[in-house]
């Protein structure tokens, strides 16, 4: 059984220790909050025997030789480097970074310590991604991506009454982009890897992160668009167009459903049995890698999670959403 300790005690770490569960190889041993209380409160929850108030003694902690890490983005490189500088294996909720390098620190410090770091990137390990680059040769030459995430966020509801919540702050390196539109993105970027040109625009908020916006890409023989939002709802699937059909994607960060329209009319379902919860591949994948004494998944690998930052660091550019991470040298 694989020990592991938890930074971040939100709905999404509820999520991801429900399947960590699943997979039968993860335990909760370590809990690190910012306050006791909430620490206690959800060690005792979850069955954990530890809590830390003090990240240098968890980090240091030997009752756990991996970390989960959902903590909000501007934290995560430190946060990791620390722990990795510890021997701690590490899992971290995308966006990985705040910026691309960020990860190129975050990298060496997985290389000089032997340790597994991953992105917590659940779409690209869905039984669905898979199903699709399994059968991208049949709709023909591709050429054109069209992925679409637009969720309207109850922060932005908040956001409207004059109260500003993490999602929409910068100095936490947040956004509409890094929220939910890297599930666009990533993809893309496992499928194609970097484009030849990137064209962004976006409606910016009055706090400096984007509460909407849309990317256009140029491939070789293809473009591709994205379009994200936190600020509205799109009730539209998603599409890889190709010459000779096209794949449907419904509710693109979970692929929920997937099937193919061909240009003669006919429809071939590719959709595969996923597990409910959507996090449990991320959870087995990394249980697997630590268990096999590998240091870096050859799904979710340094280089997609590098060449996704920098996607994203030229479309903030180009949009002028800038982190106070931007401006940290290593």
Request: aromatic share 8%.
């Amino acid at each position: 059984m694989i020990r592991f300790g938890v930074i971040g005690t939100n709905w999404i770490t509820e999520k991801f220790l429900d399947a960590a569960e699943q997979t039968g190889e993860l335990k909760l041993t370590a809990v690190y909050s910012r306050t006791a209380d909430r620490a206690a409160e959800f060690a005792e929850k979850h069955g954990a025997g530890h809590t830390y108030t003090d990240l240098e003694e968890f980090a240091a902690s030997g009752e756990f030789e991996a970390v989960y890490i959902a903590s909000p983005n501007a934290f995560h490189a430190d946060q990791s480097i620390l722990c990795m500088n510890n021997g701690k294996h590490v899992l971290c909720e995308k966006p990985i970074a705040s910026n691309g390098a960020e990860m190129k620190r975050m990298i060496e410090a997985a290389k000089e310590n032997g340790v597994l770091l991953m992105e917590a990137m659940k779409t690209t390990l869905l039984p669905n991604f898979k199903a699709i680059q399994s059968n991208l040769h049949k709709i023909g030459k591709v050429r054109r991506y069209v992925a679409s995430y637009c969720q309207y966020s109850s922060r932005y509801d908040a956001y409207k009454e004059g109260k500003i919540l993490n999602a929409f702050k910068p100095e936490l390196s947040n956004g509409s982009m890094m929220d939910i539109g890297i599930y666009c993105i990533a993809p893309m970027a496992a499928l194609f890897g970097k484009p030849e040109s990137i064209q962004a625009t976006a409606f910016m908020l009055d706090t400096g992160v984007d509460g909407e916006g849309s990317i256009l890409f140029q491939y070789p023989d293809h473009d591709a668009i994205v379009m994200f939002s936190k600020i509205t709802d799109s009730h539209l699937p998603s599409e890889i167009q190709g010459e000779e059909g096209s794949i449907l994607i419904d509710k693109f960060s979970t692929m929920e459903n997937v099937r193919i329209v061909y240009r003669n009319g006919e429809t071939e379902n590719i959709s595969v049995q996923q597990n409910e919860n959507s996090m449990y591949e991320e959870a087995a994948e990394f249980a697997s890698l630590i268990r096999e004494g590998k240091l870096e998944s050859a799904v979710n690998t340094f280089e997609n999670s590098l060449t996704v930052l920098e996607i994203m660091d030229l479309s903030r550019r180009q949009i002028g959403l800038v982190f106070p991470a931007d401006e940290v040298t290593s």
